[in-house]
């Protein structure tokens, strides 16, 4: 099944409402790297940035305990 101009424009539209975007800048090569990297744990690139993220707050909570 095709997936038509209306409906890209209707998920881009939802994407904007519901989502906030962040630009993460690395050097060239880098992001291939890390994209192979998630992928060999089973992971989007986008995921495993976002649990290492959350990983980090939490050790940071931690030691401000």
Not at 1 to 11: C, G, I
Not at 26 to 49: E, M, P, W, Y
Request: proline content about 0%; charged content about 40%; hydrophobic content about 35%.
């Amino acid at each position: 099944m095709k997936y038509s101009d209306a409906q890209k424009e209707a998920t881009a539209r939802y994407n904007k409402k519901a989502y906030d975007r962040i630009d993460l800048v690395v050097k060239k090569g880098q992001r291939q790297f890390l994209k192979d990297f998630a992928t060999s744990q089973g992971k989007s690139l986008n995921r495993f940035i976002l649990d290492a993220v959350e990983i980090e707050i939490e050790r940071i909570r931690q030691e401000n305990k």
